[in-house]
């Protein structure tokens, strides 16, 4: 397999705040993998450095994600622009014509759930569907790899279930890999099929865990092979806080 991403003791500080103490881990093409930390054991900062955003100040990074599609926690659209107007975006900064990426972006928008918010100005859309425009908009970048940060974390628990059940279905179709960092144990679950653990702050990763389920096993919640597979990430992050407290990384 190719590595998308190659990460061997990353550090990271600002000041005198140690964020990241040598975090190692690979992403190959093709994977799904959900990074799972504690809030603010800095993952959004692992993120922002692979996409090139942050210099590392130790370890070596070997990452192809500087045109990722990328879906930040604010979702960022413009309050002025429509759901199409918003998601063409991309192709409009590659220079397609108007008419083109309007087909391209019609004919996207019922996979998205869309086809009737097509002239919705974002005020006029609930949460889930200014992230559906979002992430529309990070997958016609074109490229073949897609990096979320807490991509659900700001909705109700019944509409990130239902969001977490549309992407993990809609990333069936997508021949595209996934990145995503989150601290909601259930959502790693749900759309990884492979999870890397980080500890609390300075994060080093605790461990990995394979997630083989099914589209139909993954969106039920309490059914016993997602229980497993939850009880052993659980396991992971309960380690990563006991190594934490009992001695500096």
């Known amino acids: 397999?190719?590595?998308l991403v190659d990460v061997d003791g990353l550090e990271k500080s600002f000041g005198d705040l140690r964020v990241l103490g040598r975090v190692s881990f690979r992403v190959d093409e093709g994977e799904i993998v959900g990074i799972l930390g504690p809030s603010g054991c800095g993952k959004t900062t692992l993120l922002r450095v692979l996409?090139?955003?942050?210099?590392?100040?130790?370890?070596?990074?070997?990452?192809?994600?500087?045109?990722?599609?990328?879906?930040?926690?604010?979702?960022?659209?413009f309050p002025w622009k429509t759901a199409m107007e918003?998601?063409?975006l991309p192709l409009e900064l590659q220079g397609v014509r108007r008419d083109v990426r309007r087909a391209r972006v019609r004919q996207e928008l019922p996979r998205f759930g869309l086809e009737e918010f097509a002239d919705a100005y974002p005020h006029e859309m609930s949460g889930g569907m200014r992230q559906?425009?979002?992430?529309?908009?990070?997958v016609l970048t074109g490229s073949r790899a897609l990096v979320l940060?807490?991509?659900?974390?700001?909705?109700?628990?019944?509409?990130?279930?239902?969001?977490q059940d549309w992407l993990s279905s809609l990333l069936e179709e997508l021949d595209t890999t996934l990145l995503f960092?989150?601290?909601?144990?259930?959502?790693?679950?749900?759309?990884?099929?492979?999870?890397?653990?980080?500890?609390?702050r300075p994060a080093h990763v605790v461990g990995?865990?394979?997630?083989?389920l099914t589209h139909a096993e993954r969106s039920d919640r309490l059914g016993r092979r997602v229980l497993?597979?939850?009880?052993?990430?659980?396991?992971l992050l309960e380690r990563g806080e006991e190594h934490v407290a009992g001695q500096p990384v």
């Open 149 to 163: 940060d807490e991509p659900f974390g700001a909705l109700d628990t019944l509409t990130r279930h239902r969001l």
């Open 86 to 88: 918003n998601a063409e």
């Open 132 to 138: 559906r425009v979002a992430l529309l908009r990070a």
């Open 228 to 235: 497993m597979a939850r009880d052993l990430v659980l396991s």
């Open 208 to 212: 990995e865990v394979a997630v083989s």
């Open 51 to 77: 996409l090139g955003l942050e210099s590392a100040d130790a370890g070596t990074v070997a990452t192809r994600l500087e045109r990722a599609g990328y879906l930040p926690q604010d979702v960022l659209l």
């Open 1 to 3: 397999m190719i590595p």
């Open 181 to 200: 960092v989150t601290h909601d144990l259930d959502e790693t679950v749900s759309l990884s099929r492979r999870v890397v653990v980080l500890s609390q």
